[in-house]
Structures are given as structure tokens and as C-alpha cells.
């Protein structure tokens, strides 16, 4: 972990950070515990408030090289956006092997159940080789979604889906 920040940490206040910020190859499961979670590699900068999830109000610009996730490692993610009370708010595109695509928009973890509002154009994802499904899908296509759950037994809402392919 390479860092150029400025922190300020208060005795009765919340600390206040701004900086670049790179790894490579940081074990980030390891420190925060998560067995689902592995090695990251990410570039950029980034301007907060609060290490606590649900006061922490963050700015970040930067690209992820490589990120292991729940069995699978992506690779190029570009993001710029806003962590605030519990709300990702922001512009990604992700350039991997498997997935081709471009979003932007908020998803609310603030609320018992997540809301995502978001567009994305997906030109190519291979959920099987994501390790999404089990099943051999590919999709690809325009959706604007509006609509709230935590999984998708039960997502309610509106979702627009144009120039879509989904081949099984």
C-alpha cells in the first residue's frame, strides 16, 4: 500500500483525509476479514470523511487494475464518484476479459432494502465466467433500472431493457 494522503485526526471528531492512494497486490480480505474478498490493485485519489460506513461521505477517482471477489479477479474498473450515508453514487466502466460495460448511477444501502437507479450499457458480459451463474449466459444490451431488493426473488420496480441479446 502506497500512499501520499493528508489526514487530520480529531480528538472528538470525525478524521478528515485527502490524497493518491495505490496497491499492489494488497490483501484486502485479509484486513478487513472478508473470506469472499481478496487481492486489490487500485490507483487513484480520494477525499473523505470518516472511516464509518454510515457517516462516511467519500470521493473517488481512480481505476482498479484487479480486484478478487467471490471466486472470480476483475480487472480494469474505472470509477469516479461519491461514497455518502450508505449511498454509491457514480460513473464506472469495467474493461475485463469477460465483461464490457459502462454504468452510472446510485445504489442506497441506507434503506432495510437496496435501491439501485442506475443506466448501464452492457456490449458484453459472460455471467458463467464471472462466476454469476452456474449456467452458460451471455448478455448484452441497454437497461435503465429503477427498482429496489436484495436479490432476485425479490426485486420490485421498473426496468427498461433495449438492444438486448441474451444468449443461454
Known amino acids: 500500500l502506497t500512499t501520499d494522503l493528508n489526514m487530520k485526526i480529531p480528538k472528538n471528531g470525525e478524521p478528515v483525509y485527502s490524497g493518491s492512494l495505490s496497491t ?46 467471490g471466486g472470480y479477479t476483475y480487472r480494469n474498473i474505472r470509477g469516479k464518484g461519491t461514497v455518502s450515508k450508505r ?15 459502462h ?10 432494502i437496496p435501491v439501485f437507479d442506475a443506466t448501464a450499457q452492457i456490449r458484453k458480459a459472460d ?6 451463474t452456474e449456467e452458460d449466459i451471455q448478455l448484452k444490451g441497454d437497461f435503465t433500472l429503477n ?11 421498473t426496468a427498461r431493457i433495449s438492444n438486448a441479446e441474451l444468449l443461454a
Request: charged share 20%.
Open 127 to 132: 455471467l458463467k465466467a464471472l462466476q454469476l
Open 24 to 69: 499492489n497486490g494488497f490483501q484486502l480480505g485479509r484486513l478487513i476479514n472478508s473470506p469472499v474478498l481478496g487481492i486489490v490493485d487500485f490507483q487513484g485519489d480520494v477525499k473523505g470523511r470518516s472511516f464509518d460506513w454510515n457517516r462516511m461521505t467519500l470521493n473517488i477517482d481512480g481505476i482498479v487494475r484487479r480486484i478478487h471477489y
Open 103 to 112: 454504468l452510472n448511477g446510485l445504489i442506497d444501502f441506507s434503506k432495510s
Open 147 to 157: 427498482m429496489q431488493g436484495s436479490n432476485l426473488s425479490n426485486l420490485i420496480g
Open 87 to 101: 449511498q454509491l453514487n457514480g460513473d464506472f466502466t469495467v474493461n475485463d476479459p469477460n465483461a464490457d460495460l
